[in-house]
C-alpha cells in the first residue's frame, strides 16, 4: 500500500511504488511531454522509489474515484528548507488536473512539510505551465541562459518560486 501524501477533490498525491515506474517511463517520454522536460532513467527512477524518500521523491497524481495514474512529480532538496518540484507532468490533459494537482502539491508543501520555498524552472516555450505556476502563484526569478543541451541545441530555462509567505498569503481565507 502506497504512502497518501494529500488528498484533494478528485485526486491524491501519493508516493511512487516500482509498479508506477513503467508509467512514469512512459510520461516522461510522451512525444508531448519529452520537449519539455530532461527525462531520467530507469534505474534513477528505481533508487528514488526504493530510497527514504529523504531528498528526492517521485509522486503520482491519482483520480479518487478511479484509482488511475493521471500525472508525476519529481520532487527533489526534501532535507532542506526548499523544495525543488522537477517534474510536473499531467498525463490527463484538459480537465484542470493540472491545476489541482498542482495546488495540492504547494499545500503538501507549505501547509504539510512546512517548506520555506518552493521553485522549478520551465522551458520559455511551454507557456501552458508558465501561465499555470504565475496563475498559482509562483513567480518569475530569472532565465537560465544556455544552461541545457537538448538535442544539439542549447536552451533557456526560466526559472520561477513561491515562498512560504506568499503562498499563505494567497491562500487566507480560502476553504
Given amino acids: ?63 479518487i474515484a478511479t484509482g488511475k495514474s493521471v500525472g508525476y512529480f519529481m520532487l527533489c532538496e526534501l532535507d532542506r528548507f526548499k523544495i525543488e518540484w522537477r517534474h510536473v507532468i499531467i498525463d490527463k490533459k484538459g480537465v484542470g488536473y493540472g491545476r489541482e494537482a498542482f ?3 504547494l499545500k503538501w508543501s507549505f501547509e504539510i512539510k512546512k517548506f520555506h520555498r518552493g521553485w522549478l524552472d520551465c522551458k520559455p516555450y511551454n507557456e501552458i505551465a508558465l501561465h499555470l505556476y504565475e496563475s ?27 515562498l512560504d509567505r506568499e503562498y499563505f498569503s494567497m491562500t487566507a481565507g480560502k476553504v
Avoid: W
Fill in 103 to 105: 495546488k495540492l502539491l
Fill in 136 to 162: 498559482c502563484g509562483l513567480k518569475r526569478e530569472g532565465i537560465f541562459r544556455d544552461c541545457i543541451f537538448v538535442n544539439g541545441v542549447y536552451e533557456d530555462l526560466i526559472v520561477l518560486s513561491i
Fill in 1 to 63: 500500500m502506497s504512502k497518501i501524501l494529500i488528498t484533494g477533490e478528485r485526486l491524491k498525491l501519493r508516493c511512487a511504488e516500482i509498479s508506477d515506474l513503467q508509467y512514469i517511463m512512459e510520461l516522461q517520454h510522451k512525444p508531448e511531454n519529452v520537449k519539455f522536460i530532461v527525462p531520467f532513467d530507469e534505474k534513477y527512477h528505481t533508487a528514488i522509489i526504493n530510497s527514504d524518500n529523504y531528498s528526492k521523491m517521485d509522486v503520482i497524481a491519482e483520480e
